[in-house]
């Protein structure tokens, strides 16, 4: 019998978080097709481009998912490796922000034969893997100071710990600028569960949420109150998505278009839908019927029973992925699986939120289903990430356990020997 030490690192590869993120990513090929197809053929384009360019992605991250996998966890332990990624990212996000805008915001950089990539799309997973790091390496201090731990040092001004803070912001703050506030939205709350998660006390973080809550809807005020006109030259960005979400059937030729194609195509669904390919909203109907909303063609296909078993394996991918954050005992691979929980997660709601009209759209992409490259490879990263730590932890359980027992053995005949000794 091979002793734990001497396995390979498949031996230890958690199924129950792979086996989903394949099925889901072969699904979203067959969606990527079937909600690509029309307008293909109104063009007058090859029907087969998108899925192959998906499915090219796809193999990408697979590959980039099976180096992750390989490589040793203390390889993102390492402040330099992370440190070159830094500059990188935050260029990657200048370029998107003076890019061309499409549909009111900027955030997308053309990439010749590719298509384009989303330099936020990168930052959400780049902040888990950073924000991981942080935290793991105070908490010590944070298990002295509570939540005075996650910030304290001593010189704002030359500390490189006060550099991280800022650099965080920085590329934050370029996000909501371009605008994209769902990438924001989802990138703030990833931070602000990492944080809560990180050992303070759950009076802080009840405190701080419910902080959160107040500004939310201080916020949501202000734009009703100013009409829009928050930052200049975003007013129609945001402010007709609050009013698409208050009465979509009230501008239904112009900024209540999506949503209320949206209602339709739930709607023309049911329970069980019109058939794979049979979508009606998708052929000119419904805009953003590949990305945003293609959640509301998977109800319109599928039916409300396909796409609740959809949601259904999405939601036991994240279940399972947060268990991994939950019982690792390395702060560091525990912030690691509980980021990428969090980030699928609230990804999820809001895209069928925004979808369902719950909140109001923000341009969000349905994680694994949507077509979009940068998306999945992003996604794939991230999951191979949880992977990784989840196989490290295990390995270690099985060793510890192995020790464990190997220690009580020697102890036992100990014990015997002395027995007999006395006899």
């Not at 965080?168 to 605008?179: F, W």
Request: charged share 15%; net charge positive.
């Amino acid at each position: 019998m091979q002793q734990p030490r001497e396995l390979g690192k498949n031996a230890f590869l958690d199924y129950s978080i792979l086996v989903p993120y394949l099925v889901l990513s072969v699904f979203g090929l067959i969606m990527v097709f079937s909600s690509t197809v029309p307008a293909q053929l109104i063009n007058q384009q090859n029907v087969y481009k998108p899925l192959i360019s998906q499915s090219i992605f796809l193999v990408v991250s697979l590959v980039f998912m099976f180096i992750i996998y390989r490589l040793r966890i203390s390889t993102f332990k390492s402040s330099t490796f992370l440190g070159i990624f830094v500059p990188v990212e935050i260029i990657l996000l200048i370029i998107g922000r003076v890019a061309p805008a499409a549909n009111g915001a900027h955030g997308w950089i053309p990439i010749p034969g590719v298509g384009t990539i989303q330099p936020a799309e990168f930052l959400k997973v780049f902040v888990i893997w950073y924000l991981a790091l942080i935290l793991a390496n105070r908490q010590k201090k944070i298990a002295n100071l509570d939540y005075r731990g996650v910030f304290e040092h001593k010189k704002w001004y030359d500390n490189a710990f006060s550099a991280r803070w800022f650099f965080l912001i920085l590329m934050m703050g370029i996000v909501i600028i371009m605008p994209d506030l769902g990438n924001f939205v989802i990138i703030l709350v990833i931070a602000v569960t990492m944080i809560f998660s990180s050992g303070i006390s759950y009076h802080w973080g009840a405190g701080y949420f419910k902080v959160f809550l107040v500004a939310a809807a201080v916020f949501i005020g202000w734009i009703f109150l100013t009409a829009g006109q928050i930052i200049p030259g975003v007013k129609v960005y945001f402010f007709n998505r609050f009013k698409a979400f208050a009465d979509p059937f009230n501008g239904l030729f112009d900024w209540g278009r999506q949503l209320a194609n949206s209602y339709y195509a739930i709607s023309n669904g049911g329970w069980f839908g019109r058939g794979l390919g049979n979508s009606i909203e998708k052929k000119g109907y419904l805009s953003e019927a590949t990305t945003d909303f293609i959640f509301p063609v998977v109800v319109e296909e599928l039916g409300v029973i396909g796409a609740v078993l959809i949601l259904s394996v999405l939601f036991f991918l994240i279940l399972r992925i947060l268990l991994v954050g939950i019982r690792a005992r390395d702060p560091f691979n525990a912030m690691i699986a509980i980021g990428t929980g969090t980030m699928l997660l609230v990804q999820v709601f809001v895209n069928v939120g925004g979808a369902i009209g719950l909140i109001p759209e923000t341009g969000v992409t349905f994680p694994f289903i949507s077509q979009g490259g940068s998306s999945l490879l992003i996604l794939s990263i991230a999951i191979a990430l949880v992977l990784n730590v989840a196989a490290k932890e295990r390995r270690d359980e099985i060793i510890a356990l192995s020790l464990a027992h190997d220690n009580e053995a020697h102890q036992a005949r100990i014990r015997a020997r002395q027995g007999g000794a006395n006899a």
